[in-house]
Every structure is written in C-alpha cells, then in structure tokens.
C-alpha cells in the first residue's frame, strides 16, 4: 500500500512539474472536455470537397464503426461558400458543390448522431481565396453558422489584412458565445504568437504548428513543434499539431502507427484526413485500435511529451487516470535498435514495480517491471505501453 501511495505522489508531482504557472482560465463553452475527434474534408480532398462525399463520408464513419469509438465531427474544410457574400451580407454555400446547402447538409449528419463542423478565415478571404473570410462579419457569420446547426468551427489565419492577432480570434469567440448554440472553436493560427499562451480562454483547441504534410519528416516535426506546449493543454483547451495523415498513402504502416500513437499520446485532435470511405483494412486497423484511442482520451487530460532522447531513439510518457503512465518508444533512425524507458526519466521511484500492456499487441508483458523496459523497436516503428502500479 505504501508504493502505491508514492506512486501517486510521484505522478502528482510530474504534473505539477510541467503544468503552466497559474490557473488555467478557459473558454466557458463547456466542449473539448477531452480531445475532439472525427474527419476533416482538408488533407484528402483539397479544394475539392462536395456535399456528396461528406455525406458519404458521414455514412462510412458509421458502417466502419469509427463513430462508436468516439468519432463525431464531420468537418468541412475551405472551398465550400460562394465567392462573394448574398445582398444581404450571408455567406452562401456554393451552389455546384452543395447544392441543398449546410442546414439541409447538417441535418443529414444529425440523422446520423454525428456533428457538422465548418471552415472559415480571420481574415478577408480564406486560403483558397475561393470564399470570403469572416473579417469583420464576425458575429452575423456566427448567427450563420448556429442557424444552420453547426457544431464546430475551424477558423484560419490567411489574408488578415495586417490586423492583430489576438483580437481577431477573440471577435469570434466572442460572437460564438451570444449564438446560443455550443459550437467548438478551433484556432487555425499556425503557432505564430504562441497560442498556448493565451488561446485557452478563447478556444477549445489552437494549432501549435504549420500544416502537416503527408510524409516522415513533417509528421516528426509537427511532433516536436507541439511538445515544448505540453504543460497549457488539458480539458476544456488543447494544442493541436494538425490532422492525421493516416491513410493517405506517402507513409509506411509502421509511420503511420507512429504517427496515430504519438498523437494519441500527446491528447492532439484526432481528425482523420483520409478518404474514410474507400480505407484499406490497414488503415481502419489503426485508427481503430480502441486501446490507444483511450489514451488519448482519458478522463485526466495530461499531455504526454518526451522525455528522453539519444539520437534518434526517444521515449515519450504521460502520466494517466488511475495511477497509470503511457509510454511510447519511438525509433527514428534507419535501422531497428533496442529503446530503454527508465523509471527516472517517466517520473516513477527506481523501486516501482509495474505491469506493462502493449497497445499494439493487445497483449500483456510477462511479469512484473522494476527500474526500466526495454524493448527492439524496428526502423519508423514505435512500442507504445501502459504501465499500471503492481498490487503486491
């Protein structure tokens, strides 16, 4: 019993160690009490995107069986509106492409027990430059957004005419909270002024980074650009180091394990960006894997980073509910290796005694742990474990 009580001690003082200094004011919505899941329309379909593959895809996140893990948000991107606003200053959705419009395109996902997101730009003009931004339309384009039963928002960061940051995605967060309807607020900001700092009473997510690009390089340094914000994220507010590339072909499939794994661990949105609808078994096997999907979902919201580094062998941990600690040991180089997680570095006392799961095996280790694990991980590949506090 005493072990037990050090061990908690010891977790509690992990995450004091990495939380922000002061007391973490968030954004009074009441959403992203843990991080938000679902599809985003961006990393596959571009530009391209139609009210048909969205109601496709609406339907394959329920016979996939990705919306009983937690799925929910169907999420337009850029390149839905008309060009120009209607007479009366509306945004409208483009009439070639979405044809029935958003409210009749909502309704549908709700039919499901799913939710709708939407795109837009602090700026005059989206990325595309295909729309309008919501630039100074604030509040009606947040009237908009609620009257068609919208329930998220990413909101971009191009073509902001020069005008303060901060202020502009407070606008919006502002007319969202008069709207009378929840509708998660995700910050597109790129990282620039260091969200993290100031984004969690605004938003319900902001991205730490620039876009992710489907392949090994970008992924990792997404990865590394959102762990030095670990200690600002918990529930109610998370860092956001973009979509998952997962499915999207430029990857192996042990990067791609990689990729969900060290994302799950570091409680990053997980927002597929694949064609869901047409997803090879390799791919459903990953973002299916209910095991790692809990991780990043656990009820105590701490961000995992990393903790230990030689070349470009590493270790990721964080602490979990209920006295347990996720690690991940990821292998960076070209060639397979042998990774060793010390107790020292997770935060554990040297005489901890744990049990380890594997989350990709779905398997238990032999035995009990004392001090370390160590483990041969392959070239791209990770071991992803959670260890939970032994009852002798």
């Known amino acids: 019993m005493k072990m037990i009580?050090?061990?908690?001690?010891?977790?509690?003082?992990?995450?004091?160690?990495?939380?922000?200094?002061?007391?973490?004011?968030?954004?009074?919505?009441?959403?992203?009490?843990?991080?938000?899941?679902?599809?985003?329309?961006?990393n596959h379909f571009s530009r391209h995107v139609t009210e048909e593959i969205v109601r496709e895809t609406a339907d394959a996140m329920i016979s996939t069986g990705l919306s009983k893990l937690g799925y929910e948000y169907v999420n337009i991107d850029d390149c839905w509106a008309e060009l120009n606003r209607d007479d009366e200053g509306n945004l409208a959705a483009n009439a070639s492409t979405f044809p029935s419009g958003i409210k009749a395109l909502a309704d549908y996902v709700h039919s499901k027990g799913?939710?709708?997101?939407?795109?837009?730009?602090?700026?005059?003009?989206t990325c595309s430059?295909?729309?309008p931004g919501s630039l100074g339309y604030e509040e009606q384009d947040a009237k908009t957004f609620a009257s068609w039963g919208v329930d998220y928002l990413k909101y971009d960061n191009c073509n902001n005419a020069s005008k303060d940051t901060k202020e502009r995605y407070q606008n919006m967060s502002m007319a969202l909270s008069k709207v009378g309807r929840p509708i998660f607020y995700s910050?597109?900001?790129?990282?620039?002024?260091?969200?993290?700092?100031?984004?969690?009473?605004?938003?319900?997510?902001?991205?730490?980074?620039?876009?992710?690009?489907?392949?090994?390089?970008?992924?990792?340094?997404?990865?590394?650009?959102?762990?030095m914000w670990a200690s600002y994220a918990g529930p109610g507010g998370w860092n956001d180091p973009d979509m998952l590339e997962v499915g999207n072909g430029n990857m192996?499939?042990?990067?791609?394990?990689?990729?969900?794994?060290?994302?799950?661990l570091m409680k990053a949105p997980l927002l597929v960006g694949c064609d869901i609808r047409s997803m090879s078994s390799e791919t459903l096997e990953i973002l299916s894997n209910e095991?790692?999907?809990?991780?990043?979902?656990?009820?105590?919201?701490?961000?995992?980073?990393?903790?230990?580094?030689?070349?470009?062998?590493?270790?990721?941990?964080?602490?979990?509910?209920?006295?347990?600690?996720?690690?991940?040991?990821?292998?960076?180089?070209?060639?397979?290796?042998?990774?060793?997680?010390?107790?020292?570095?997770?935060?554990?006392?040297?005489?901890?005694?744990?049990?380890?799961?594997d989350l990709w095996n779905h398997s238990n280790l032999k035995g009990s742990l004392?001090?370390?694990?160590?483990?041969?991980?392959?070239?791209?590949?990770?071991?992803?474990?959670?260890?939970?506090?032994?009852?002798?």
């Open 5 to 42: 009580w050090f061990w908690l001690l010891t977790l509690l003082c992990y995450q004091a160690k990495s939380a922000p200094v002061g007391r973490r004011i968030l954004v009074s919505n009441g959403l992203g009490q843990t991080p938000q899941m679902g599809w985003n329309s961006w």
């Open 114 to 125: 799913l939710k709708l997101g939407i795109y837009s730009d602090a700026g005059l003009q």
């Open 129 to 131: 430059k295909t729309m």
């Open 187 to 227: 910050m597109c900001e790129w990282g620039q002024e260091n969200p993290a700092t100031w984004a969690p009473k605004i938003a319900n997510s902001w991205r730490t980074t620039g876009d992710i690009h489907n392949n090994w390089e970008s992924m990792i340094s997404r990865a590394d650009q959102n762990d």
């Open 252 to 264: 192996t499939t042990e990067e791609y394990r990689s990729h969900f794994s060290i994302w799950a």
């Open 291 to 357: 095991e790692v999907i809990n991780v990043n979902q656990d009820s105590l919201g701490s961000q995992g980073k990393k903790v230990s580094k030689e070349g470009d062998l590493e270790v990721w941990a964080g602490p979990l509910s209920n006295g347990r600690v996720v690690i991940i040991l990821w292998n960076r180089s070209s060639k397979s290796a042998f990774i060793t997680a010390k107790w020292e570095d997770i935060g554990l006392p040297s005489e901890s005694v744990v049990e380890a799961r």
């Open 370 to 392: 004392q001090g370390n694990v160590t483990s041969s991980v392959h070239s791209h590949a990770c071991k992803m474990y959670i260890l939970t506090p032994s009852s002798s």
